[in-house]
């Protein structure tokens, strides 16, 4: 299931600088990010994402699935032509899904030759320091700053003031990854999600002691549908959702109903990609842990990612 905003097309030279064309290829889905950096900031011309499920059981088997890689270098090879039509080479990178898998350079060679030119394999530490800069880049504030990206195969917690990261964590926990371990019926029986809430809160306050914080900002899938759905858009829209901030209370509230949906029940919301409707509720059940874990009273919403730091300056 694709989504995207931005029509591609023939670009001719142009004084602002060259398009560049940043792929991140997750655990769930694969993003396509064509931007620039102009006069007023950064110009986005697409930005698109596409689940594929590439880390589909890779945390039970190690390694990733032969359709699954399929599903991920088709989709790769239409984000090479679409980058082409911009005059951009494709810059990918993957991350902790890719990380976990045995055959892990079977994939990335494959890959390589889909697009061209390598793909950059991140380690946690660099996944949540690009998640961070892509947040702070824009956030243009000297206080604290905390970011939370939720990923299929895991999370990235950092900490940060203003545009410096004072510290970060990778934790192996993600939207798929607990939903393949704990979710067994649909819709998942409440002591699924018991489960769930204490193994995503017990491995933060483990791996991550922090002091309480009111504002906690979040990116990617999970919490960019939950904004979509908690303002009950018709269809996502990228400009109401990004910078949108919610309660803590709303969020649990949204994850203890769509618990109580079946699938197919949750499809029919339609600002909710069906493609993630079975692993919405574990991602959102991250979500609501890391807000009790920061001691956060209020979420920020951001349309962005990784992908956005690495769009590099002329």
Not at 94 to 121: H, I, Q
Not at 124 to 134: D, I
Request: with cysteine; charged share 25%; proline share 5%.
């Amino acid at each position: 299931m694709s989504s995207q905003t931005g029509e591609p097309g023939p670009r001719a030279a142009d004084p602002r600088g060259s398009w560049r064309a940043v792929i991140d290829i997750g655990t769930n889905s694969v993003l396509l990010l064509v931007a620039r950096w102009g006069e007023r900031g950064l110009e986005i011309a697409l930005d698109q994402a596409t689940i594929t499920r590439l880390g589909k059981g890779v945390a039970a088997t190690g390694v990733l699935a032969p359709e699954s890689i399929g599903r991920t270098l088709a989709v790769l090879q239409d984000y090479r032509v679409t980058a082409e039509q911009y005059g951009a080479r494709p810059l990918a990178v993957t991350t902790e899904g890719v990380r976990l898998a045995k055959n892990r350079d079977e994939f990335l060679t494959l890959a390589a030759g889909v697009l061209g030119s390598p793909v950059r394999l991140l380690s946690g530490a660099e996944e949540a320091e690009l998640s961070f800069r892509s947040v702070a880049q824009e956030a243009g504030s000297s206080g604290p700053l905390r970011v939370l990206d939720i990923g299929g195969g895991s999370t990235e917690l950092a900490v940060g003031e203003g545009p410096r990261l004072i510290s970060s964590v990778s934790h192996r926990i993600g939207a798929v990854r607990l939903h393949e371990r704990f979710v067994k019926h649909d819709p998942p029986e409440p002591a699924e999600v018991v489960a769930m809430e204490i193994e995503a809160l017990d491995t933060f306050r483990r791996d991550q002691p922090l002091e309480a914080f009111p504002v906690l900002h979040g990116l990617a899938g999970t919490v960019t549908t939950a904004a979509a759905l908690l303002l009950e858009l018709p269809k996502y829209d990228r400009e109401r959702v990004d910078g949108s901030a919610f309660t803590a209370a709303q969020i649990r509230e949204l994850r203890d109903r769509l618990a109580q949906e079946t699938v197919a029940e949750r499809c029919r919301r339609p600002a909710l990609d069906p493609a993630r409707a079975d692993v919405v509720v574990a991602g959102l059940t991250i979500l609501v842990a890391a807000i009790q874990h920061c001691g956060a009273t209020s979420l920020v919403v951001r349309d962005r990612g990784l992908r956005y730091a690495l769009v590099e300056r002329d």
